[in-house]
């Protein structure tokens, strides 16, 4: 399994960004995936998951209304567009594939089977 995340860098507070996580080694669409975070100072956050189908989605409080996670089963990526960003996302984010006994939203890291390396967001002035 490689999950390889791409898009980050720096922006402005109140910029845009788009995440994608490309995967390979697994049958993409019969798998959930999230996306998650490792801030600085208080470590790993989950950030939001989409099921199998693409249809079903969960964030968590910090980010909803501003982030949208979609998924494109065709070519096995997901993606994280993430809007009205603070300096407070700065952190590196990363994809995960959660394994098969992990529940729905798939929100503990202690299910997360895979995780990419991660992309830098510095949201700065």
């Known amino acids: 399994v490689q999950l390889v995340e791409s898009g980050g860098g720096v922006v402005p507070p109140g910029g845009s960004l788009i995440l994608s996580c490309t995967t390979s080694?697994?049958?993409?669409?019969?798998?959930?995936m999230t996306w998650l975070r490792h801030h600085p100072r208080m470590g790993i956050e989950w950030l939001s998951s989409?099921?199998?189908?693409?249809?079903?989605?969960a964030y968590t409080d910090s980010v909803k209304g501003r982030f949208t996670i979609t998924s494109d089963n065709a070519n096995s990526v997901v993606f994280l567009q993430m809007n009205d960003l603070r300096p407070d996302d700065t952190a590196v984010y990363s994809c995960?594939?959660?394994?098969?006994?992990?529940?729905?939203?798939?929100?503990?890291?202690?299910?997360?089977?895979?995780w990419g390396q991660g992309t830098q967001v510095t949201v700065s002035s």
């Open positions: 995960a594939k959660p394994n098969t006994r992990s529940t729905w939203p798939h929100s503990s890291e202690y299910t997360w089977a895979y």
């Open positions: 080694g697994f049958t993409f669409n019969t798998s959930p």
């Open positions: 989409i099921n199998s189908a693409g249809d079903d989605v």
